[in-house]
T-cell receptor
Framework: DTGVSQDPRHKITKRGQNVTFRCDPISEHNRLYWYRQTLGQGPEFLTYFQNEAQLEKSRLLSDRFSAERPKGSFSTLEIQRTEQGDSAMYLC????????????FGSGTRLTVV | KQEVTQIPAALSVPEGENLVLNCSFTDSAIYNLQWFRQDPGKGLTSLLLIQSSQREQTSGRLNASLDKSSGRSTLYIAASQPGDSATYLCAVGTDSWGKFQFGAGTQVVVTP
């Protein structure tokens, strides 16, 4: 068990380009969460999955954002037509149903839109 | 909507002093509360998780208390060390699915 892995660690993209991030949760964790964090702020909830089902999406997640978790394993978060306001740290966390809801976070993907 | 506030936003203490970090929340109907540590540019590390039925949790030099009725939690770190320098975030569990509402954090510097 190597914890929650996120790839890439850093991404610099030009405005208008599409980007995709990947998260590999702890293997026995069936819940997966995406959060976004901007400088000086706490993480803000974006969406979460139980197994392959996406159960809730925040209003922060505009139509340009889409997340998937095929087969209930890894997850991807795609941002289409990136804007400068999308620049942030994108954090993934996983947990296990029936446990104590304690999270394990990944190290995050830092997105910079130029 | 649940709002989580952490005051102060930053503090600096000399090594050896005890740290007291405060978290307040507006809706007492919480499922649990979790304290995290975040080092610059890194992800979050869970420190302590308190279930809504609990009053406190302890791990080593760390102790977290929870008073739902007053909407407060306090994280105590005994005998602080320079390695404790980090941002500490409080997160309130808002539902049974494990979703959390975070505060903005308290940035702590422990000086040798």
């Amino acid at each position: 068990d190597t914890g929650v892995s996120q790839d890439p660690r850093h991404k610099i993209t030009k405005r208008g380009q599409n980007v995709t991030f990947r998260c590999d949760p702890i293997s026995e964790h069936n819940r997966l969460y995406w959060y976004r964090q901007t400088l000086g702020q706490g993480p803000e909830f974006l969406t979460y999955f139980q197994n392959e089902a996406q159960l809730e999406k925040s209003r922060l997640l505009s139509d340009r954002f889409s997340a998937e978790r095929p087969k209930g394993s890894f997850s991807t978060l795609e941002i289409q037509r990136t804007e400068q306001g999308d620049s942030a740290m994108y954090l993934c966390a996983s947990s296990f149903t029936g446990g104590n809801y304690g999270y394990t976070f990944g190290s995050g993907t830092r997105l910079t839109v130029v | 909507k649940q709002e989580v506030t952490q005051i102060p936003a930053a503090l600096s203490v000399p090594e050896g002093e005890n740290l007291v970090l405060n978290c307040s929340f507006t809706d007492s109907a919480i499922y649990n509360l979790q304290w995290f540590r975040q080092d610059p540019g890194k992800g979050l590390t869970s420190l302590l998780l308190i279930q809504s039925s609990q009053r406190e949790q302890t791990s080593g030099r760390l102790n977290a208390s929870l008073d739902k009725s007053s909407g407060r939690s306090t994280l105590y770190i005994a005998a602080s060390q320079p390695g404790d320098s980090a941002t500490y975030l409080c997160a309130v569990g808002t539902d049974s699915w494990g979703k959390f509402q975070f505060g903005a954090g308290t940035q702590v510097v422990v000086t040798p």
